[in-house]
């Protein structure tokens, strides 16, 4: 039995609470949150300090769903103290925080269950030549998701780290790795309910020619979703779809619950000391690529006042 401890207990360590109740396999043996969201469960300690509990409890597998500001930190410090540890994307909002890697790292993988949807496994097994790939993320965040840390983007990241990074990392494990040679990019902000903005335009170029596009808005009334397109070497078109992916390359009738895709992640860790052995894991030294193209996209963006909004 894998003694797990979540660190973090807001609307997604929530969550992760839930999901983690139905896994075979593994018990929840504490939470560590100054001022949880939910109570943790029957017979189940809680903690104010994640310091006190990783010592305290021993776990084998650690969650992290706090704010990226400390994230990285707990997140190592686990896996540090010989725990595998899932962390919360964003993880960390500066890329230059992953160039210089913990030794503790390889023990660390990010949160993305979308990217154990239907095909995707086989997609990244083969890894085709990818010359363009189109993210597209339509929701609509309303104020009251704006509070605490969520509130200046100097503390949560904007729509590229919070809303459209699912879609983002998975595309950019399937492009080339090559660099950045030219980025335009337009954001609005308009509602100005917070300093994040509402809506981001952005194309990016790559050194051997490959694109991605993204297009990603948190005011939308349209029909949510977050989509990947990838346009193959060969011409071939494929289509990742879904509210948040989870169709993968099926039918969005067949789509798994995000509670599914949640088990299979937490299924596909590794024991510690052990070797991963899912392609859909993301481990955490390659998050650094997502986040230096999201670096890009903001350094280079246009502000379109309301004003502007005709250009």
């Not at 104010?48 to 930190?73: C, H, M, S």
């Not at 989870?246 to 789509?255: K, W």
Request: glycine share 8%.
């Amino acid at each position: 039995m894998r003694r797990v401890l979540l660190v973090g207990a807001g609307e997604v360590g929530t969550k992760h609470l839930g999901a983690l109740a139905g896994v075979g396999g593994m018990t929840v043996v504490g939470v560590a949150d100054p001022s949880p969201d939910v109570e943790a469960p029957a017979g189940v300690p809680l903690l104010t300090r994640w310091q006190n509990a990783l010592p305290a409890l021993g776990p084998d597998l650690v969650v992290v769903a706090t704010p990226p500001g400390i994230a990285l930190e707990v997140a190592r410090a686990a896996a540090r103290g010989g725990a595998t540890v899932l962390v919360e994307k964003p993880v960390t909002l500066d890329p230059a925080a992953l160039a210089e890697p913990d030794p503790a790292d390889g023990r660390i993988y990010v949160a993305f269950q979308p990217h154990f949807a239907h095909g995707l496994r086989e997609l990244l097994e083969l890894a085709p030549v990818v010359h363009r790939a189109e993210v597209t993320l339509i929701c609509r965040r309303d104020q009251p998701y704006y509070r605490t840390w969520r509130t200046r983007m100097a503390t949560s990241g904007g729509v590229l780290h919070q809303q459209a990074i699912h879609g983002l990392a998975l595309a950019l494990r399937l492009l080339p790795s090559d660099p950045v040679t030219s980025c335009t990019a337009r954001i609005r902000r308009e509602r100005k309910w917070a300093e994040s903005e509402d809506h981001v335009t952005a194309h990016v170029s790559f050194e051997d020619g490959a694109v991605l596009t993204i297009d990603a808005r948190v005011d939308g009334d349209q029909t949510p979703r977050h989509e990947v397109a990838l346009v193959l070497a060969d011409g071939q078109r494929l289509h990742i779809r879904g509210r948040n992916l989870e169709a993968g390359l099926g039918r969005s009738s067949a789509a798994p619950t995000d509670q599914t895709l949640r088990h299979a992640m937490y299924r596909a860790l590794p024991a510690p000391g052990g070797r991963p052995v899912h392609p859909c894991l993301f481990p955490l030294p390659a998050l650094r690529r997502s986040l230096e193209v999201i670096d890009h996209v903001y350094r280079a963006a246009h502000q379109v006042r309301p004003a502007d909004s005709a250009a």
